[in-house]
């Protein structure tokens, strides 16, 4: 498995891939890999001849006093998760190669990236937005796959891919979830033993906002008060507990009632790890039923 770090070198392969006649499949990451980026991989090699991951920790997305100095990497790790997985190659470029002496250019983003996690962290979806942009242009024409659990990241690149007639198909897939029902995430390495059992309250919240919404209540307010009761007694903070519409994000207000397909969105510190975690009420399946046991198989896709 090769691994490009100098751009034009990762443009030049996937040229090269589509004059041999191959269908390029990208999966961008910040590297950290784990099982949920792995099932990204081999969704993408069902869908793809030639299947690349870029791995790259994003400064410009990182606000001045985020985790971007202890984001983890692991990059002779993160290989053996890609070639697993079934990878063809990997662009892990360095900063100065992204953003070279000069850079200046940003991609702004509107309505979209304007609520849930742009709120409490301003600057966030400009700088993905702009990285994402670099790859798209990267890479040419291709598919794209993302993780359903960066359900407003996903959003916003669908919006902008669209709006810049980026020739990249944009696809989600499914979050993948550990047994117990907490959602993958390469930031779950910060939780201590402790902080990783409290963590199970954002499932536990989420599937007794589902259970409710399956029932047939469609008040905002109450479906995040279900969710806020099992989150609140264990976080240190919450930066937002919303429902809001699947594809505009426009958040409801309490008073509001739900159409049958609706987001509920959550970020919450616990344990000095800033999580997030969605459902699409009306789509996906509860994470855990309600014998706490995990609802679904990990494996299946959106």
């Not at 962290?121 to 990267?138: D, S």
């Not at 810049?164 to 550990?178: C, D, H, I, N, S």
């Not at 397909?261 to 009420?281: K, M, Q």
Request: hydrophobic fraction near 40%.
């Amino acid at each position: 498995m090769e691994i490009w770090r100098a751009p034009l070198e990762f443009r030049r392969a996937c040229d090269e891939a589509r004059q041999r006649g191959a269908r390029v499949g990208l999966v961008p990451t910040m590297g950290a890999l784990h099982r949920g980026h792995q099932t990204l991989i081999e969704e993408a090699r069902k869908r793809a001849d030639f299947v690349v991951v870029s791995i790259f920790v994003n400064p410009t997305q990182f606000g001045p006093n985020e985790d971007f100095s202890r984001y983890p990497r692991d990059l002779e790790g993160d290989a053996k998760k890609c070639a697993e997985a079934g990878a063809h190659g990997i662009f892990a470029p360095a900063p100065a190669d992204m953003y070279p002496p000069g850079d200046e250019t940003r991609v702004h983003v509107g309505a979209t990236a304007a609520g849930l996690c742009g709120v409490h962290r301003p600057g966030h979806f400009e700088g993905v937005a702009t990285v994402v942009t670099k790859l798209f242009a990267l890479v040419g024409p291709s598919i794209a796959l993302f993780g359903r659990k960066d359900y407003q990241q996903l959003k916003v690149i669908e919006r902008f891919a669209r709006d810049l007639f980026l020739p990249v198909e944009v696809l989600g897939v499914r979050t993948v979830r550990e047994p117990d029902g907490l959602a993958m995430s390469s930031r779950n390495a910060y939780l201590s033993a402790e902080a990783r059992a409290q963590a199970l309250a954002i499932p536990r919240g989420l599937s007794a906002a589902a259970r409710a919404f399956a029932a047939g209540e469609r008040r905002a307010g109450m479906l995040t008060a279900l969710a806020r009761g099992h989150i609140t007694p264990v976080a240190s903070a919450i930066d937002y507990v919303d429902v809001a519409d699947a594809e505009t994000l426009a958040v409801l207000g309490p008073e509001e009632h739900t159409p049958d397909r609706v987001l509920l969105a959550v970020a919450a510190r616990i344990g000095g790890a800033r999580l997030i975690d969605n459902l699409v009420l009306g789509e996906d399946p509860s994470p855990l039923r309600p014998d706490g046991s995990k609802e679904g198989d990990e494996e299946r896709h959106a």
